[in-house]
């Protein structure tokens, strides 16, 4: 079983609609969880985290943590095509040893369609 | 946020040879890692650099194969030796700023390597 899972898709969804992106983890323990966007031929960069049940909302954006369910979510709202992207979930596990040693899913290849 | 640089931002070897990664932060870091993301795949983290002694690597990189230096808070190497078109990836350095569970990480802009 994969430590963090999420479908790559691609993820289509049409401009100003909701995406919404999915994650599982395996680590029961799991302490922070990260959303990373990623432009093709670019770098990860952060979105936002969470580390408590229930919703986080930045802007257009909201995380969704459910720790009983082992499940992340990140919503998008009134989605752009500038929002096309793969969209990377981190889990930093209880036994990270306090390094910060993520883990990182394959992450979820999202197309906004005009 | 602090600027990330690293050098080069891509690069095309032949096999058998060796190419160091520079990472260098524009201010002191608390953590510094390397990962691997190959063409398709996620990030998998290769080792991190520990300042003044030896980099802790992952299952299944050895450092003779992924040579790793931090002599300071701001600065590491990587260094892919005896190349194979195996090693083609990007190769990204990430720092973490502080020690709590929330502390997120940074990435460089990454190295993008091309073995022939």
């Known amino acids: 079983q994969k430590e963090v899972e999420q479908n790559s898709g691609p993820l289509s969804v049409p401009e100003g609609a909701i995406a919404s992106l999915n994650c599982t983890y395996s680590d029961r323990g799991s302490q922070s969880f990260f959303w990373y966007r990623q432009y093709s031929g670019k770098s990860p960069e952060l979105i936002m985290f969470i580390y408590s049940n229930g919703d986080k909302e930045d802007g257009r954006f909201t995380a969704q943590l459910n720790k009983a369910s082992q499940y992340v979510s990140l919503l998008i709202r009134d989605s752009q095509p500038s929002d096309s992207a793969t969209y990377l979930c981190?889990?930093?596990?209880?036994?990270?040893?306090?390094?910060?040693?993520?883990?990182f899913g394959i992450g979820t290849k999202l197309q906004v369609i005009p | 946020s602090a600027v990330i640089s690293q050098k080069p931002s891509r690069d095309i070897c032949q096999r058998g040879t060796s190419l160091t990664i520079q990472c260098q932060v524009d201010?002191?870091?608390?953590?510094m890692f390397w990962y691997r993301q190959q063409p398709g795949q996620s990030l998998t983290l290769i080792a991190t650099?520990?300042?003044?002694?030896?980099?802790?690597?992952e299952s299944g990189f050895v450092i003779d194969k992924f040579p790793i230096s931090r002599p300071n808070l701001t600065f590491s190497t990587l260094t892919v030796s005896n190349m194979s078109p195996e090693d083609s990836s990007i190769y990204l350095c990430?720092?973490?700023?502080?020690?709590?569970?929330?502390?997120?990480?940074?990435f460089g802009p990454g190295t993008r390597l091309t073995v022939l």
């Open positions: 990430s720092v973490v700023f502080g020690t709590s569970s929330t502390d997120t990480q940074y």
């Open positions: 650099a520990n300042q003044g002694s030896e980099a802790t690597y």
């Open positions: 201010s002191q870091v608390t953590m």
């Open positions: 981190a889990v930093l596990p209880m036994n990270s040893g306090g390094y910060q040693k993520v883990t």
